[in-house]
């Protein structure tokens, strides 16, 4: 076995450390190495894997979603252009006279990989590999090949109902019986009772050592997938196992490649091997551990893992390429992705593990495509990895869990079993993640939920409860559920709530309610209660103990638990998921020019999302340099009756009264939940601003229709009850130059209710031709904090910002008031040469036999308050009408005005 360890498995899976030493750093040119990789080269002296001196490993600063996405779509395409005709890629070959040849490894992860990556396991390509592998995977014997067979197998079954079980059960059999003989570890070659046609008989490994760590993580990672996949794996399997990794873990808590008796240090590359096959072992085996609360439930073996990984993380991740920590990176970076999934935790060290290997391969220059043919396959291994890792690493995270001072604890694994249930449920694979009151709020929003449990009253300083509270006010829910029958804990969250949400009530829900249906029809248990603001829900705290559930993995006993989770989390996010680490929360920035806006305050839910124009004037200032300057008075100045709160229970916009809207305040957002009555004095106020030049924006928060109906009702009482029309396309509001806006997306509630309707539905009262009055009935607001949440009736994100965006450059143009205009920069993605700022398409008449359709809107305006046209303009107007019933799809020139709401 010694002798063995030549053939290093630091390196990457199907190749030998010396080839990939001269690929990585060979002195001749990229993609022409030295025939002979050792030829020139001095010799090291230790064995394979220990450190040389190599360039540090390069960085990025900072990076988009957009880049990852690009990087992404470069390894896929790397990875197809190495196809082979048959469908297979080049078989991996270690030096030496008589070469050990892994024939199926580079095919199965590169299948593997692609599939995660987003590719049909049905696409030609995939399915003409899959064919390959069918025919030679009984012919390659190897460990690391078995391994990743049984993850591709798994990959392609989940969508392909289960056509590849055979191939994955006779792998994961052969590496079942392979790491029972070998003592839980495992060897190059798999252990088999009886010889493959590729192995003659005498051949057989024999038994005694059990083998190195790599090779042993890939037998645990290739029966794992069997267990996902459905198979009956013994319990005895995984207990032999779990011993081989205890036992061979060091005293300071890391791996080596070859346990306690290798005179080698821990070091990355084996710890991440370590850590993630323990924590393997422990989902399959350590559910009953953990029944009971407020105890030390941490594993020992994998606690010293971690602490081993958080002392460690930073300088293994960025040690020299192919160095013994790494170990080729992306070899490394899958093991790091692995653990940390597996772990849930965010960070090791200070370090986002996620965003800094991203870092680190967007700063790899080297393009796939410059590797020469004789390291074909130690380069699709490589960037096989480093797919794996991004796309693995980017699935949506599910829930946060928050780690707080207390036992938060008290079931370590249970959203590890609860999210491998959900992968069925949601039919995608999602993750879980823990996050700590010690980091900013937007590093919580790769999950739209944080979830708090506990047995005993948590306690929040006066910051952590604030930023509890920004969270949710930036889109966020908060979950608790009591463990343990901990009557403290749930007391102690509904006092929280009360200091979190003084506006809201911690209420009881229906049986009868989407909350029980969403997904699954629950019985009308667990009892759930629920914190609204009228659109979505801002708090859920249940008292039965559900992590239990999913921490022994009772799906056969207590499935309405798994079931109860799921419809909450269709009910936050109305199945609208989005990948870990785009960034939700945009970050602020400098702006040139400044609009001042102001939010009406009533009697009433007036400001249902109190940071929804913040993100509005984040957004606008990033790609518009146009920043919306809130005016807002103090709760302390504001009349009892006009139900004024605490700035800090609502966030910085407070609200004015109509009667404070000067002439310097060009925009005024008047929402809600529910319908509202203003005094005549305010009635009054706000007629005289409007009518001066302001432009008052009403807005139905979460498709409110009593609030639509007392927009209505006031508008008809200032302006007059025929004055509030359908805004046609023609609108130069919608036809800013490069800003116009054709189409929108509405959510799935809107849908439902108007069919496959495109253009936008905003009514307007007009001076002219100027807006001075807009109506949405449906939600803009939710749209504009940038979230989904179940039964919302309006436009989804993108469009609720494009048409307030649009309303906001129209008035801070000089559209809306006598004062000086604002000109607004033009938008970041716009060429570089376009400085002009974004101007209304002209109104005048089209050329030819187009219909102008502002002078249509006019004349149907006319006809429907009763006064007479001329023959001309009744002519006009029927050809206007006779080519919206022949287009009613059509944009400019097929889209009269459409009847009134």
């Not at 323990?278 to 350590?286: I, K, Q, R, S």
């Not at 993605?829 to 400085?835: G, H, L």
């Amino acid at each position: 076995m010694r002798s063995g360890r030549w053939i290093s498995t630091v390196v990457l899976i199907f190749a030998t450390i010396m080839i990939l030493d001269a690929w990585v750093h060979a002195q001749t040119p990229v993609g022409r190495p030295p025939a002979n990789p050792r030829e020139g080269r001095q010799q090291p002296q230790t064995r394979p894997g220990e450190e040389r001196t190599i360039e540090p490993l390069p960085s990025v600063s900072k990076f988009t979603d957009e880049d990852i996405d690009k990087l992404k779509q470069k390894y896929v395409d790397f990875l197809l252009s190495k196809q082979l005709p048959e469908g297979n890629w080049p078989p991996a070959k270690s030096p030496g006279a008589n070469p050990d040849v892994w024939l199926t490894g580079p095919t199965a992860i590169a299948i593997y990989a692609l599939i995660e990556s987003g590719i049909s396991a049905k696409d030609p390509r995939i399915v003409k590999a899959l064919d390959w592998l069918i025919k030679n995977y009984e012919t390659d014997y190897k460990t690391y090949s078995a391994g990743f067979r049984c993850n591709a197998w798994l990959a392609a079954n989940k969508q392909t109902k289960k056509q590849y079980q055979k191939q994955l059960e006779q792998d994961v059999n052969l590496l079942v019986e392979s790491g029972k003989h070998f003592g839980g570890g495992g060897r190059y070659d798999c252990y088999q009772e009886k010889t493959s046609p590729a192995r003659p008989p005498g051949a057989k490994p024999e038994a005694g050592s059990a083998g190195d760590n790599s090779n042993s993580q890939y037998v645990l990672l290739g029966v794992w997938a069997g267990a996902r996949g459905g198979m009956e794996i013994s319990k005895e399997f995984w207990e032999i196992c779990q011993k081989f990794w205890i036992t061979r873990q060091m005293s300071d808590g890391g791996w080596n490649y070859g346990g306690k008796d290798d005179p080698i240090a821990s070091y990355g590359a084996m710890s991440t091997a370590g850590l993630a096959s323990l924590f393997v072992c422990l989902d399959a085996t350590g559910g009953d551990k953990f029944i009971k609360c407020d105890i030390d439930n941490e594993y020992a073996p994998v606690k010293k893992g971690l602490d081993w990984f958080e002392k460690n993380f930073e300088k293994t991740l960025t040690a020299p390429w192919n160095s013994k920590d790494n170990s080729g990176f992306g070899y490394y970076l899958y093991g790091v992705e692995r653990v940390g999934l597996a772990s849930g935790y965010k960070y090791f060290g200070k370090s986002d593990w996620y965003k800094e290997g991203c870092k680190r391969l967007l700063a790899e220059t080297r393009e796939p495509g410059s590797i020469s043919p004789e390291h074909e396959a130690i380069a699709v291994a490589y960037y096989s990895y480093q797919l794996l890792f991004i796309s693995r690493g980017q699935r949506p995270v599910l829930l946060n869990k928050l780690q707080y001072d207390g036992a938060w604890n008290n079931r370590p694994r249970a959203l590890a079993n609860f999210c491998r249930w959900a992968e069925n449920a949601y039919e995608h694979e999602v993750n879980w993640q823990i996050v700590t009151l010690k980091s900013e709020v937007g590093e919580w929003h790769d999950a739209p939920v944080v979830l708090i449990t506990g047995s005993k009253a948590p306690k929040f300083s006066e910051d952590e409860l604030a930023k509890l509270r920004t969270y949710v006010n930036q889109g966020g829910t908060l979950l608790s559920i009591t463990e343990c029958s901990g009557a403290p804990f749930g007391g102690g969250m509904r006092t929280i709530y009360k200091k979190l949400f003084p506006r809201y009530e911690l209420k009881s829900i229906s049986k009868e309610g989407p909350l029980y249906s969403s997904h699954y029809k629950l019985p009308g248990t667990p009892a759930i209660s629920i914190i609204s603001n009228g659109i979505r829900p801002l708090a859920i705290h249940i008292d039965s103990d559900l992590p239990l559930s999913w921490q022994t993995y009772a799906v056969a006993t207590a499935k309405a638990n798994f079931e109860a989770a799921a419809n909450i989390l269709t009910y936050v996010t109305d199945r609208e998921l989005y990948n870990r680490g785009v960034k939700v929360w945009p970050d602020a920035a400098t702006a040139v020019n400044k609009i001042k806006a102001a939010r009406i305050r009533y009697a009433g839910n007036y400001d249902p999302e109190p940071l929804a124009l913040e993100r509005l004037s984040r957004l606008m200032a990033q790609t518009y340099k146009i920043q919306i300057d809130c005016v807002s008075e103090t709760a302390a100045s504001a009349p009892a009756s006009q139900g004024a709160t605490p700035p800090a229970s609502i966030g910085p916009i407070t609200g004015i009264l109509t009667t404070q809207l000067t002439g310097d305040i060009r925009l005024a957002f008047l929402t809600g939940t529910g319908g509202f009555k203003l005094p005549d004095d305010e009635k009054e106020a706000l007629k005289k601003w409007v009518d001066a030049g302001g432009l008052l924006i009403v807005d139905a928060a979460g498709g409110s229709k009593p609030l639509t109906d007392s927009a209505k009702e006031l508008v008809a009482e200032l302006w007059g009850a025929d004055t509030l029309l359908s805004m046609p396309l023609a609108s130069p509001i919608y036809q800013l130059k490069d800003l116009t806006i054709d189409k929108v997306k509405y959510r799935k509630t809107t849908r439902a209710r108007i069919g496959g309707m495109t253009e936008p539905r905003l009514m307007a009262v007009l001076a002219g031709d100027r807006p001075k009055v807009i109506l949405s009935a449906e939600d803009l607001t939710a749209g504009m904090v940038g979230y989904s949440s179940w039964g919302l009736d309006g436009y989804d994100a993108v469009s609720a910002f494009n048409i307030v965006r649009n309303i906001i450059i129209y008035a801070a143009m000089g559209k809306t008031a006598a004062s000086p205009a604002v000109e607004p920069s033009s938008p970041s993605s716009a060429p570089a040469q376009n400085t002009s700022p974004p101007q209304p398409a002209p109104t005048t008449a089209p050329a030819g036999n187009a219909i102008d359709w502002q002078r249509a809107m006019e004349l149907y305006r006319k006809e429907q308050k009763g006064e007479a046209l001329t023959p001309d303009e009744k002519a006009y107007l029927e050809r206007a009408k006779k080519a919206k019933a022949a287009n009613p799809g059509g944009n400019d020139a097929a889209k009269p005005p459409p009847a009134r709401e």
